[in-house]
T-cell receptor, first 113, second 114 residues
Framework: KAGVTQTPRYLIKTRGQQVTLSCSPI?????VSWYQQTPGQGLQFLFE???????NKGNFPGRFSGRQFSNSRSEMNVSTLELGDSALYLC????????????FGAGSRLTVL | DQQVKQNSPSLSVQEGRISILNCDYT??????FLWYKKYPAEGPTFLIS?????DKNEDGRFTVFLNKSAKHLSLHIVPSQPGDSAVYFC?????????????FGTGTLLAVQP
C-alpha cells in the first residue's frame, strides 16, 4: 500500500514568488491535512480538507491557501513568499475527519532566499 | 501561545534503560493525545495515543500516562533501543471526533546510547 506522497521534495524560491506543493494521500483516505514545521516551533496546523471542503484552518495569513480535488489529492499554495516561509511542509492523510491518527508524508522542504 | 509544551529539547539514555518523555498542556478541552516519532528526512509516524477518559495506554515497549489534573502526559519506553533515537512529538486534539487538527509540541530529541 503506497504511503502519502508529496512533491516536490525540495525546492528553492526567492522572496515574492509563489509556490504550489502537492500531496497524494493513501488510497481510500479522504481527509488531508497540512502542517508547517520550523525549528523551535514544532508542527503547526495549516488546514484540513475532507471531500473537497476545508474543514478547519490554522492561524496563518491568507497567503497560504489550499484545495482538494475529487480524487482526494490536495495542493497548497503560498503566494508572495517571505523568508520566514522557509520550512518543511508536511501533508497527512486519514480515512475520515476525526480519525486523528494521521499518516504523514516525508514533506516538501521549501527554502526562500 | 503554546498550548502543548515539551520542555526538554533533548534526552540521552543508555540502551536497555527507561526513556521518559514529558509533555504539558494548557487547554482542558483537549480530549485526545498522541505521540509521534520522527526520523530525519522522514515524516512523523504515529506511535501511541490515549483518550482523556483513560490514564494509561500500553503498546509493547511504549506506555503513555495521562494526568488530567496536572495537565501532563508522559511516554515511557522500556527497554530503550538505539533504533528509538528520533525526535518525539506530543500532540493533542479537541473535538477529536470531528477534526484532524492536532496541536503539536516542539519535540524532544531522544538519543539512545549503545
Amino acid at each position: 500500500k503506497a504511503g502519502v506522497t508529496q512533491t516536490p521534495r525540495y525546492l528553492i524560491k526567492t522572496r515574492g514568488q509563489q509556490v504550489t506543493l502537492s500531496c497524494s494521500p493513501i488510497s481510500g483516505h479522504r481527509s488531508v491535512s497540512w502542517y508547517q514545521q520550523t525549528p523551535g516551533q514544532g508542527l503547526q496546523f495549516l488546514f484540513e480538507y475532507f471531500s473537497e471542503t476545508q474543514r478547519n484552518k490554522g492561524n496563518f495569513p491568507g497567503r497560504f491557501s489550499g484545495r482538494q480535488f475529487s480524487n482526494s489529492r490536495s495542493e497548497m499554495n503560498v503566494s508572495t513568499l517571505e523568508l520566514g516561509d522557509s520550512a518543511l511542509y508536511l501533508c497527512a492523510s486519514s480515512y475520515s475527519s476525526g480519525a486523528n491518527v494521521l499518516t504523514f508524508g516525508a514533506g516538501s522542504r521549501l527554502t526562500v532566499l | 501561545d503554546q498550548q502543548v509544551k515539551q520542555n526538554s529539547p533533548s534526552l540521552s539514555v543508555q540502551e536497555g534503560r527507561i526513556s521518559i518523555l514529558n509533555c504539558d498542556y494548557t487547554n482542558s478541552m483537549f480530549d485526545y493525545f498522541l505521540w509521534y516519532k520522527k526520523y530525519p528526512a522522514e515524516g512523523p509516524t504515529f506511535l501511541i495515543s490515549i483518550s482523556s477518559i483513560k490514564d494509561k495506554n500500553e503498546d509493547g515497549r511504549f506506555t503513555v500516562f495521562l494526568n488530567k489534573s496536572a495537565k501532563h502526559l508522559s511516554l515511557h519506553i522500556v527497554p530503550s533501543q538505539p533504533g528509538d533515537s528520533a525526535v518525539y512529538f506530543c500532540a493533542a486534539s479537541k473535538d477529536s471526533g470531528a477534526t484532524n487538527k492536532l496541536i503539536f509540541g516542539t519535540g524532544t530529541l531522544l538519543a539512545v546510547q549503545p
